[in-house]
């Protein structure tokens, strides 16, 4: 809507979003960072910013136009330098975002996040669950009933599938409702 007031959750400059970033330049340079608009759970229009690999632009612009339009609510979207890179921060304070270089937690690979090929949307609903039945971030519940949950046949999810990502609710284990990646 042309007149509604939009609050802004990031303006950051690329060069701002990826400081300190341990990645190597050629991922650097792979990388592009979108603006994003979506109503929050406070019932407002927000706009934040998201980082992905500059092939997957499209979909996740895309995706969010349709996240907007369907009133889905998105806690806030910030580059994870506001959390020092440090994702479980990100995660606890329900922030939603994309590339981070960093490995898959409790292994040493890299995770696609390294190459903004992933993309996470509301922890808090959307928590990870591992085998033990231990949930990151600690304290968040899945329920399907929650506004702002995935599950398996909601349009978004679908959307993704459609443009060839992979939900991680889909996942044998651990469970990443929030995680979506495309390699
Ligand atoms: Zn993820």
Known sequence: MPNEEIIIDSD??????????????EVIDSLSMIDVTYYSFDGLRHQGQMMVNATLEDDIYEIFQMIEKL???????????????????????????GFNFRVIEGTNKLSLHSFGRAVDINPVQNPVIYPAGIIAPAG???????????????????????????????????KDYHHFEKT
């Open 71 to 97: 009133k889905f609510p998105v806690g806030k979207v910030i580059p994870i330098i506001a959390y020092n890179w440090e994702d479980g921060d990100s995660m606890a304070d329900n922030n939603s975002s």
């Open 12 to 25: 950051m400059s690329f060069a701002e979003a990826i400081e300190g970033s341990a990645a190597p330049l």
């Open 140 to 174: 968040a519940t899945y329920r399907l009933k929650n506004n702002g949950t995935f599950a398996a046949g909601h349009p978004i999810v679908q959307e993704f599938i459609k443009r060839g990502w992979h939900w991680g609710g889909n996942f044998e284990q651990p």
